[in-house]
């Protein structure tokens, strides 16, 4: 009888650790001090097989706002930037919106290293055309 529940506690255990392995999501992410803005670098996932990391951006209110630029910033040097944005869906079912801003692929890369500093700066204006920067760091 003890040899049944060890043997159910490993098989328990290892189907925990595979839906854990397939489904938990690897993700640093933050959000602006003025709380416009959501950003991540998250690892993309297909069929529980990694396939690298994607940053992506969003807009957290419904204001009519309009993005000028989007950059990835790896220890203070630029890795990507995006300055057109347009509205469709892409092959993978992914909605980029202008209003509210969705950018959900700004750069595919490789993992984050612990030791590595990784931010978004976005540069938009508001209603009134007025310029702002906000920069958000990747935790």
């Known amino acids: ?9 490993i098989v328990a255990l290892v ?11 690897n993700k640093i ?10 950003a991540e670098y998250v690892e993309e996932k297909i069929g529980g097989s990694s396939i ?10 419904d204001e009519k706002l309009t993005v000028k630029k989007l950059e990835l910033i790896k220890n203070g040097k630029v890795m990507a930037e995006q300055t057109e944005f347009k509205e ?4 993978n079912g992914k909605n980029y919106t202008l209003h509210p801003f969705s950018y959900p692929e700004l750069y595919g ?6 030791e590595d500093s990784y931010h978004v700066r976005i540069i ?3 209603h009134a055309n007025k310029e702002h920067t906000d920069e958000i760091e990747l935790k």
């Open 1 to 9: 009888m003890k040899n049944y529940f060890i043997l159910v506690f």
């Open 88 to 91: 469709f869906k892409d092959i």
């Open 29 to 38: 992410d933050g959000s602006s001090e003025n709380s416009v803005w959501k």
């Open 124 to 126: 938009w204006e508001d």
């Open 52 to 61: 690298g990391w994607i940053a992506n951006v969003d807009q957290k209110n």
């Open 109 to 114: 890369g490789d993992a984050p290293e612990k």
């Open 15 to 25: 189907l925990g650790a595979i839906t854990y392995w397939n489904f938990y999501e």
